[in-house]
């Protein structure tokens, strides 16, 4: 106790704390698709407005056999205000738990050895893949080891 009466030059019962406010939460989107599916408390406010991405919202309700109707409904009126896209979604979807999986694409390494050696992006590359020979890419991915040192 006296060493805080040395440092702060304070009686220890006049030392006050330094307390950090929590940062509030950012919400993101998987929070309002969660919301739409289960919770149905999402408000749409001036603060997480830019979180509200319709065509993604849709995208993700496309996923699951109970919700793709939905989703395809509100894909046929562009002009909805984001407070009615999810007011009609709220109301219309069960409440129920959902967990869609999210398609990933498939890494295929000789793409990946093209793209290095070429320095081009994956579409071109996985346009030029079928052009090269067998041996071809396994001299490309022998010099990769190389320069990577395996």
């Known amino acids: 106790m006296s060493n805080l009466n040395d440092l702060f030059g304070l009686p220890p019962d006049q030392v006050v704390a330094e307390v950090e406010e929590p940062k509030e939460k950012s919400i993101s989107f998987f929070d309002i698709v969660n919301s739409i599916n289960y919770s149905k408390d999402f408000v749409i406010s001036d603060e997480n407005r830019k979180a509200y ?63 290095f050696f070429m320095k081009m992006s994956t579409r071109e590359a996985m346009l030029i893949l079928p052009l090269l020979s067998k041996s071809q890419l396994k001299e490309l991915n022998e010099h990769m080891l190389k320069i990577k040192g395996k």
């Open 53 to 115: 991405n319709r065509f993604m919202i849709n995208r993700a309700l496309s996923m699951s056999q109970e919700t793709i109707y939905f989703s395809n409904e509100m894909n046929g009126y562009p002009n909805l205000t984001d407070e009615m896209h999810l007011s009609f979604l709220t109301g219309a979807i069960r409440k129920r738990k959902r967990f869609n999986k999210w398609p990933k694409g498939i890494k295929n390494e000789d793409v990946e050895v093209i793209k």
